[in-house]
């Protein structure tokens, strides 16, 4: 089985300021790792995804993710926010092997990034 | 882009009333998804759907949950006999493979009184 730990809930940023959102995973397999970002009223999109190969992923939008494998952690970062950054992020896994792919998700992080 | 079309947007039921969700999934997508997000808690796993079979459900989906593509380009998600709890935001997705990521809808806000 496998369990991802968003430890923020919240994240208040200024804009232009760096940010990490952070992830941390558990599980007995191997898995792919992905973030989506839900905005106010809408559904999930796919921001990044690590599958294998380059441990550092980027996406859209400007973000990437780092995916650390003795530390189990595929921590979100961002160089510069903006406003219209203010969304929830979603950390989600899902099992290389015997599944259909479907995704365990974290809680989520509502980054809230203020002018 | 193309997207996963869901609707209504929002639906308010009374208990114990069937509702069917729908879902119009992007159409070269082989992989087919459902899942729930309770206000204020994780988005969960329903259930998967490919070859015009369920290939994988959640604990959460029992007899009262059932899944259909009743013509190539509908996704439906039935849920029988409809509880308070059963009120979440439910989002259908598609994939053309199963594990590389895919694409969700917008949800349904299924609200029941």
């Known amino acids: 089985a496998q369990s991802v730990t968003q430890l923020d809930s919240q994240v208040p940023v200024f804009e232009e300021a760096p940010v990490e959102l952070r992830c941390n995973y558990s599980?007995?397999?191997?898995?792919?790792l992905f973030w989506y970002v839900q905005y106010p009223n809408q559904g999930l999109q796919l921001l990044l995804k690590?599958?294998?190969?380059?441990?550092l992923v980027k996406g859209i939008n400007g973000f990437e993710a780092e995916f650390n494998k003795s530390q189990t952690s595929f921590h979100l970062r961002k160089p510069s926010v903006h406003i219209s950054d203010t969304a929830e992020y979603f950390c989600a896994v899902s099992a290389i092997r015997g599944s259909q792919g479907n995704l365990i998700f974290g809680k989520g992080t509502k980054l809230s990034v203020k002018p | 882009e193309p997207e996963v079309t869901q609707t209504p947007s929002h639906q308010v039921t009374q208990m114990g009333q069937e509702v069917i969700l729908r879902c119009v999934p992007i159409s070269n997508h082989l992989y087919f998804y459902w899942y729930r997000q309770i206000l204020g808690q994780k988005v969960e796993f329903l259930v998967s759907f490919y070859n015009n079979e369920i290939s994988e459900k959640s604990e959460i989906f029992d007899d009262q949950f059932s899944v259909e593509r009743p013509d190539g380009s509908n996704f439906t998600l039935k849920i029988r006999s409809t509880k308070l709890e059963d009120s979440a935001m439910y989002f259908c997705?598609?994939?053309?493979?199963?594990?590389?990521?895919?694409?969700f809808g917008s949800g349904t806000r299924l609200t029941v009184v």
């Open positions: 599980s007995s397999v191997s898995v792919y």
């Open positions: 690590y599958l294998s190969g380059s441990t």
């Open positions: 997705a598609s994939g053309q493979t199963a594990n590389y990521g895919y694409t």
